[in-house]
């Protein structure tokens, strides 16, 4: 009903990929549908889901000698979010008493757990001669003591001074010691595991190198960390080459560009240098031109960018001089230190690596008898590190813990190598591995060590801070890179002056005429004193008597003779062409023929080839 048309299996038969154009409303339909029946009552959600949906826990049980059938013994019911049990169950083997588990119960049993300091998961303090033991792993086993059964006051820990890690793994692997387990970061080796039982891990790590916080450089270049050489070499092959291309588009076009190949080039180059900058002082004249510009200027867009992105935190960054990252130094000659200078404490998995990775090279042994981590702590964070042992390798978990906890953070590590677990320790084929095991997988699964591992490595020098320690205030020895271009291209600038000015003074020497310096010629006529006046009035007001002028008419009162010349009245060309001479006589010839034809009845005319 509510559904058009009647249906059949015919009907409601369609091919593949085809939809079926009532399918929807049928849907739709069966969505409403409400009624009781076998299991209860019929209905469904809005995701075509059966609600509320109780399900069924149904147990294979026997039927007779030889056949068997399916039973329900309980019910599940999403509404209350509870399990009821309806028939018993029958277990495999026969019978329906619950059978034990494969491992023995821990509940109510009484530990003895010895432990050996490694902060923060054994922290052992001492107060007025009595000594305090904490950590991470005892709150840990508090609670698993919760999961298995075990009280918290039920739980006794002890120091345990003797020896090395690996003899109380052996000690307690025997099942002979008076402990029930040693518990602290105490890693699952191979070696080991033929001597004791080993729980799951409670923690993955890894090893790590401790030291003195390094030495730090100021890093001159700086400014030119953010794009690596070959991108530098990219850019400027860029303005190369588009120098050739813009000067070919622009050439005989353009009024900034010479069409010397040389010149045109270098102002081209100039150009494509600004245009990336976005500073360009000259625009292009061609559409061609624009196009290539066009590319320019989006390519430098992104270059400027992505440079400036990452310029901060590269001029900021100290260049941090690390003795030693990876044992792989060691070995390839880039470790800043030997073999005899890194600290491997004895009796411990960093010693049995250190015998498979290096045979037969001894390192600095560091023993716990002599108390060698607290001196190599003390010397390595003061900076001088006057002990033998200038790097120690850790524990990763421990070293991140000592690195953001220490007193005047002036500790690091560095490297991550050889991956493993922290597990229990128990006596070698015990009864209750399983049982541990299967606790510690409940309480990681909740995310207890997780949730743990974010507070308790948060020291005054946490990890967070560590990693900025090096991004320091700028200064001028990080920023004194750019002020050296500066001064070089300064320098530079004032050296290709003087080579400009030095060629263009002997060009202008080779091609340019000298201006001819002529001493003023002294004219004689038969004028009256008033006419040498007038002359002197003219020499006065900067006339130049060598070049042709308006004819000169001078009054005459009477004729005069003409004085001889004096040495000192010849004009005076040396220095100058013959041309020039040449030219020079015609000027004062065609004057002189003025002269003549203006005052011929008394003037004494003098030959120019007289002159010199």
């Not at 009595?130 to 002890?158: P, Q, R, S, Y």
């Not at 196009?291 to 590269?314: D, E, K, M, P, R």
């Not at 001889?564 to 001479?581: A, L, N, Y």
Request: charged fraction near 20%; include cysteine; proline fraction near 6%.
């Amino acid at each position: 009903s509510g559904v058009s048309g009647s249906y059949n299996a015919a009907g409601c038969t369609v091919a593949p990929g085809v939809g079926w154009s009532e399918g929807k409303a049928v849907m739709d339909k069966l969505k409403t549908v409400s009624f009781e029946g076998a299991t209860g009552r019929v209905e469904f959600n809005g995701n075509s889901d059966r609600q509320p949906l109780p399900y069924a826990v149904v147990n294979l049980q026997p039927k007779g000698t030889q056949d068997a059938e399916w039973h329900p013994v309980a019910m599940w019911k999403p509404v209350d979010n509870q399990l009821e049990f309806i028939n018993e169950i029958y277990w495999p083997g026969g019978g329906t008493t619950t059978p034990p588990p494969d491992y023995p119960s821990l509940r109510g049993r009484k530990l003895t757990i010895a432990v050996k300091h490694s902060a923060p998961w054994i922290v052992i303090t001492e107060t007025n001669g009595e000594k305090e033991i904490n950590g991470v792993l005892v709150d840990f086993l508090h609670a698993l003591g919760e999961v298995v059964g075990i009280a918290a006051k039920d739980m006794t820990f002890t120091e345990h001074t003797e020896g090395t890690w690996t003899d109380l793994v052996k000690l307690v692997g025997s099942g002979t010691s008076p402990y029930d387990m040693f518990v602290s970061s105490v890693t699952i080796t191979s070696a080991r595991e033929g001597f004791a039982d080993f729980t799951q891990p409670f923690f993955i790590d890894s090893l790590t190198f401790l030291m003195g916080k390094p030495q730090t450089e100021p890093s001159l270049w700086g400014f030119l960390d953010p794009f690596n050489w070959s991108l530098w070499l990219l850019v400027g092959c860029t303005v190369l080459f588009g120098a050739h291309v813009f000067w070919g588009l622009e050439r005989g076009v353009n009024e900034y560009l010479s069409t010397n190949y040389v010149a045109g080039v270098t102002t081209a180059a100039w150009f494509c240098f600004t245009a990336i900058l976005q500073c360009q002082d000259a625009a292009p004249a061609t559409t061609a031109g624009r196009v290539f510009c066009t590319g320019l200027y989006y390519s430098g867009v992104i270059v400027i960018a992505a440079y400036t992105a990452n310029l901060a935190a590269f001029l900021s960054r100290s260049n941090t001089l690390w003795p030693i990252s990876n044992p792989s130094d060691l070995s390839d000659g880039t470790a800043k230190l030997t073999h005899s200078q890194i600290g491997i404490s004895a009796g411990t998995s960093m010693s049995e690596w250190w015998t498979q990775s290096f045979p037969g090279i001894d390192p600095c042994w560091m023993h716990d008898s002599d108390n060698d981590g607290d001196k190599f702590l003390e010397a390595a964070s003061s900076g001088a590190n006057d002990f033998r042992c200038k790097v120690s390798v850790r524990d990763g978990a421990a070293a991140r813990y000592t690195v953001s906890t220490h007193a005047n953070c002036s500790l690091a590590s560095r490297g991550s190598f050889v991956p493993f677990g922290y597990g229990f320790v128990l006596p070698l084929k015990g009864p209750f591995t399983e049982a541990w095991s299967a606790a510690i997988l409940a309480l990681l699964e909740k995310g207890w060590m997780r949730d743990r591992e974010k507070v308790e490595w948060q020291g005054p020098c946490s990890t967070a801070t560590a990693n900025t320690a090096n991004l320091d205030e700028l200064d001028a020895a990080k920023m004194g890179g750019v002020f050296v271009v500066l001064g070089a291209l300064s320098l530079l600038s004032l050296i290709v002056y003087g080579v400009e000015r030095l060629y263009r003074t002997r060009k202008a020497r080779k091609t340019a005429s000298p201006e001819p310096v002529i001493r003023p010629l002294r004219r004689y006529s038969l004028a009256a004193p008033v006419a040498e006046a007038q002359m002197q009035a003219e020499r006065e007001s900067g006339a130049d008597p060598t070049k042709p002028k308006a004819v000169r008419r001078y009054s005459v009162a009477a004729p005069a003779p003409l004085p001889e010349p004096e040495d000192d009245v010849r004009s005076d060309t040396s220095g100058f062409s013959d041309k020039q001479v040449e030219q020079l006589k015609e000027i004062i010839r065609s004057e002189m023929q003025v002269q003549d034809a203006t005052a011929a009845p008394h003037s004494d005319t003098r030959s120019a080839s007289s002159l010199h």
